[in-house]
Structures are given as structure tokens and as C-alpha cells.
């Protein structure tokens, strides 16, 4: 079952189409040492040191990769401070006074157009790795490994479909950075000698389709990038929905797309390879909505990664009550609800969603059904929520949690009101152990 999302699709039509609002480079940034994927960290400054814009600060440790921290402004590093990720969960960040003259790193050296075009694939991947590029769409997992795959790749899906309600940075970087996106796609083709790329934008953007149209076609015309305009439901912007609906191939649970020959990949992802490739940079901004009925003017911004959004409230008109506040990083259905504000604008930081308390009571579950009904992958997350309630870890791994992407459907259709979508991450953990 999937939903349909008239009203959904309506408000992110006026926010695509909300003026973007001025944001100040901040006075200070804050770059995580740590995060999720990579628990473990080594910091290259310490306090007192003078840094470089797309400077090389630290280096994070994952389980199978390396991840570079650059600097997003030049400055001078104030010491280390605990903060809040996006997950709420509190790290290390390296504190930096902004000197608000952006000097560029001397390693950040620009290549010429034909020198971008000569690059490898391997050469490709590895400056995925050495900018430290990971999915902007959300899932922060490195793009170079996904790119090193060694499946022949014949088709490329870039996904600008944001099906959750008050999300619009996608609406956004296509609309303003269409051109290196494209450039990005570009590359992606050539890295796979590919001749069908496409570019996933739900049938209700119009002018956003029209607009890539445009620039496709005077940038790179048949070439087999095209725009490929998707059905309005929830959650089309999931990668599986999108790569059934863009191609008809179901991806089954436990491969992955490149099994498939399918690479699919974020818009701003697309971009940042371009960037990496042309500039010898890292992504250091994203575009970043305040929205919610707990904040006086929803706006929208183009904002450098290491803010924190303490820095945005004031240009939002600040809070429209001193209590009953939640605040969600990320989008109403998928989206983390953080303890404070004491939150720091990452890579994959696209959304805050601020909203008045509105005291649903949970009531037992009477078995309905309806999360059964409305769940895309097909699980049953009734009987996963009992069998992480009395710790039966047998039957959690039965249930397959794993394949669940988290789309929230069933704790929004429970009758209920049960957060049944927390009990699913909780099973998902313990499936793992």
C-alpha cells in the first residue's frame, strides 16, 4: 500500500517556490570529530592554530573506510566542544572562529574542463574519497564505496524526489545548482560508459522539469540524460519505490542496485562529485528549511556546513512559544526528534521542523492492522514491535527488520498512536547483534 500525498505534494510546491532567504556566514563553525559511521577520530589543529578554508583538519575512522574533516571556513581553532548531531546523540566538534576572509586552501588546486574530462573512474572514486563525499540525500554513507563497484552499470537514477511534507532542499539545488549537478551526471557516465541517465522529479514540479530540460539540452544534448518525472506518493523518494517506478526492476531484499545495473545516487551528491573533480573541494554548504507552526517566518537558506542552527532562529523570528516546542531534524515521517537545539548543521542536515506539542495519547494496540497495510516493504511491524518487547531476538531476525527503510507509515497510520517506527530501529539493532 502506498499514500497518496495531495496535500503533501501541494505544500512542497509553495515551499519550492519560497524566495531564498539571506543567511550570514556564521561567526564560528563546528565540525564533527566524530559521527555515526565513524566512531573514532584523530584532529590534526589544536587550539590557537590558523586554518585555511577546504582545509584538511582531522581524519574519521570507519569500519571499511577513511573520511577526511575539512575546514568550512579559515579561521582560528578555538579548542574542542561537545554538540549535538543530528541523531541528538552529543560528539566532539573542533571549534573554529571564522576570520570571514574564506583563503583557500593552496591544496585546493582547479582543474581545467579538459582535465576534468580526462579523469578515470579510479582516479574518480578516489577523489570521492579524499573529499570525504557521502549520500546528501540522507544516509551519509561514503560515496566512494559505492562508486567502486565493479558491476557493469547501465543505468543511472538521480534522485530529486522529496516525498515527505516541508522538504525542499532538493526543489532547491536543482533549481539553483542545476548546472553542476548535471556536470556531475556527466561524469557518472563516463565513469560507466553509460548511455541512460535519468533524473527522478515528481510530475508535480513543472518547473523544475522544465528547467533541467533546458539546461540538459544545452550542456550535454543527446547524450542520454533525460528528466524522468515520477508519481506523487509516499515514499516514492525511497530507492527501491524510485527504481521500480523509473525502470520497473524490483530490487529484492539483501542486494543492492549495482547487482542490478543501477547506480542511484542524490542530486547534490551528483554535484559534489563535480566539485570534488573541478575544484579540489569538499561540500561545505547545503540548503537548509526552517519550517513548522513552532517558529514565526518558515524560511529557506543557503547555509555553511558547521553552523549551528542557534545561528538561524533569529532569522526564522525565533520560537512562537517559550514551552511545548519539539524540534525534528529531517522531515515529519522520517525525521529525529533532538532533546534541545543544541544542533549542528552537517552534510546530510537539510530540514529543521519545528512544531507545537499537540498531547497524542498512546492507547494499546488493538491489532488493526493498518501498519501491516501501509508498510512499502511489506513487513509486519506489529509483530516486530511484540518480539522487541519481550526481547525475542529469533524472532526479531525472522521478521527481517532490515529491510524496513524507516518511512514512518506505520506509526502515522496507527489508530493507536503507537511509535511503532521506534520499536522497528530498535529491532533493526538488535537483528544486527
Not at 90 to 99: G, H, P, S
Request: aromatic share 6%; proline share 6%; glycine share 8%.
Amino acid at each position: 500500500m502506498i499514500a497518496k500525498t495531495k496535500t503533501i505534494g501541494k505544500v512542497n510546491y509553495l515551499l519550492s517556490h519560497r524566495p531564498l532567504a539571506e543567511c550570514p556566514a556564521p561567526s564560528i563553525v563546528y565540525l564533527a570529530v566524530e559521527h555515526t559511521r565513524a566512531p573514532k577520530a584523530d584532529v590534526f589543529v589544536k587550539e590557537g592554530d590558523h586554518v585555511n578554508f577546504c582545509q584538511k583538519v582531522g581524519m574519521r575512522h570507519g569500519p571499511f573506510f577513511e573520511q577526511p574533516i575539512f575546514s568550512t571556513v579559515s579561521g582560528t581553532v578555538l579548542g574542542i566542544e561537545k554538540h549535538c548531531l543530528y541523531s541528538g546523540k552529543q560528539v566532539n566538534f573542533i571549534k573554529i572562529q571564522n576570520d570571514f576572509k574564506d583563503t583557500l586552501d593552496p591544496e585546493a588546486k582547479e582543474r581545467t574542463p579538459e582535465e576534468v574530462k580526462a579523469l578515470t573512474k579510479d582516479e574518480l572514486v578516489k577523489l570521492a574519497a579524499d573529499f570525504a563525499l557521502v549520500g546528501l540525500g540522507g544516509s551519509g554513507f561514503p560515496t566512494s564505496v559505492k562508486l567502486a563497484t565493479k558491476e557493469p552499470i547501465k543505468h543511472i537514477l538521480i534522485n530529486g524526489i522529496e516525498c515527505e511534507p516541508y522538504l525542499s532542499a532538493d526543489q532547491l539545488f536543482m533549481m539553483n545548482k542545476a548546472e553542476d549537478m548535471i556536470h556531475g551526471i556527466a561524469l557518472l557516465m563516463k565513469m560507466y560508459d553509460c548511455h541512460d541517465a535519468r533524473i527522478c522529479v515528481k510530475s508535480i514540479h513543472p518547473e523544475i522539469i522544465e528547467h533541467l530540460n533546458a539546461e540538459i539540452a544545452r550542456l550535454y544534448p543527446d547524450s542520454g540524460m533525460v528528466v524522468a518525472p515520477m508519481k506523487n506518493f509516499y515514499p516514492q523518494g525511497w530507492e527501491i519505490a524510485m527504481i521500480k517506478t523509473a525502470l520497473g526492476i524490483e530490487v529484492k531484499p539483501g542486494t543492492l542496485p549495482p547487482q542490478y545495473g543501477i547506480m542511484n545516487l542524490n542530486v547534490a551528491t551528483a554535484a559534489s562529485l563535480y566539485w570534488a573533480a573541478r575544484y579540489n573541494r569538499p561540500t561545505t554548504e547545503r540548503y537548509v528549511s526552517m519550517n513548522g507552526d513552532g517558529i514565526a517566518e518558515p524560511k529557506d537558506f543557503l547555509v555553511r556546513l558547521g553552523t549551528p542552527v542557534t545561528d538561524l532562529l533569529p532569522l526564522v523570528g525565533g520560537y512562537t512559544a517559550e514551552s511545548g516546542l519539539r524540534m525534528i531534524v529531517g522531515g515529519p515521517m522520517m525525521g529525529i526528534a533532538v532533546p534541545n537545539d543544541d544542533v549542528i548543521i552537517t552534510e546530510t542536515v537539510t530540514s529543521f521542523l519545528i512544531m507545537k506539542e499537540h498531547g497524542k495519547v498512546e492507547a494499546p494496540c488493538i491489532r488493526c492492522g493498518s501498519c501491516v497495510l501501509s508498510c512499502p516493504a511489506h513487513l509486519e511491524p506489529v509483530l516486530i514491535m511484540e518480539a522487541v518487547k519481550s526481547n525475542d531476538r529469533d524472532r526479531i531476525k525472522a521478521l527481517k527488520p532490515l529491510s524496513c527503510c524507516e518511512c514512518g507509515l506505520c506509526t502515522y497510520s496507527c489508530t493507536s498512536g503507537i511509535r511503532v517506527t521506534d520499536f522497528i530501529r530498535r529491532a533493526k539493532l538488535l537483528a544486527k547483534l
